[in-house]
Each structure stands twice: as C-alpha cells, then as structure tokens.
C-alpha cells in the first residue's frame, strides 16, 4: 500500500468513525465515549499525514508510533461501545475490522523500521 493509499484509508476510516458517533446515545456515557472515539479515530490519518512530512527516519518511527497508538485505542473505544451496547456489533463490525487492519499495519511498519537500524 502507498503512502498516497493509506492516507486516503486512514481519511475515510476518520470520516466512518465520525458519522458513527453521530449515531451514539446522546447520554452522558454516549458523548463521553463518542468524543474519544473522535479524537482517537480522526487522529489516525492526521498524525499519519504528519509522519509523512518527517525531517528524519527517527522522527518518523517517532510520529508512526503516535499513529499505532491512536489505532489500537480507536480500536479500544470502540469494543468499549459495542460492549456497553451504545452501538451494536453489527453496525461496529467494519470500523473495528478496520481499526485491527490499521493497528496491524503500522505495528508491521515500525517493526520493519526498526529492523532496518539495526
């Protein structure tokens, strides 16, 4: 996958996890858990965009870092919602098929990255 590819799929997963939340409960435990999968879902493909832009290979492995960890707590939050029943397992089970695949993928890169320093 290219770069130009991935920031296009970490875009539509931040626009995905975006109309998702517009679905959430407006209860305080909706809100509370909608507003952290926005700020972790939408900061995928940000932070993604910024490792792109990376001065240096440390400053990459560094920014990519940030990503993984915002894919695996998106990914948190959003088994938190379908186990709280604020959202059903149908209805999360693209987003959270995908937050996997996203987790998964920059948990290969810096692998990969940091292989290639040694």
């Known amino acids: 996958m290219t770069p130009k590819e ?3 799929r970490t875009r539509r997963f931040a ?3 975006i109309r998702l939340c517009r679905e959430l409960p407006t209860t305080l ?3 509370t858990i909608g507003q952290q999968l926005i700020r972790s879902g939408t900061s995928v493909g940000a ?3 910024a490792s792109c832009r990376a001065r240096s290979r440390a400053e990459w492995s560094a920014k990519l870092g940030i ?3 915002e894919s695996d707590e998106t990914l948190y939050w959003l088994e938190v919602a379908v186990d709280a029943k604020l959202v059903s397992p ?3 089970k693209n987003l ?3 937050a996997d695949e996203l987790t998964a993928i920059f948990v290969a890169s810096l692998k990969t990255a940091k292989q290639s320093i040694r």
Do not use: Q, S, W
Request: proline share 0%; net charge negative.
């Open 6 to 8: 991935l920031k296009e």
């Open 15 to 17: 626009v995905d996890i």
């Open 29 to 31: 435990d909706g809100r």
């Open 47 to 49: 932070n993604y965009r």
């Open 67 to 69: 990503v993984e960890e």
């Open 90 to 92: 149908e209805r999360a």
């Open 96 to 98: 959270l098929k995908e």
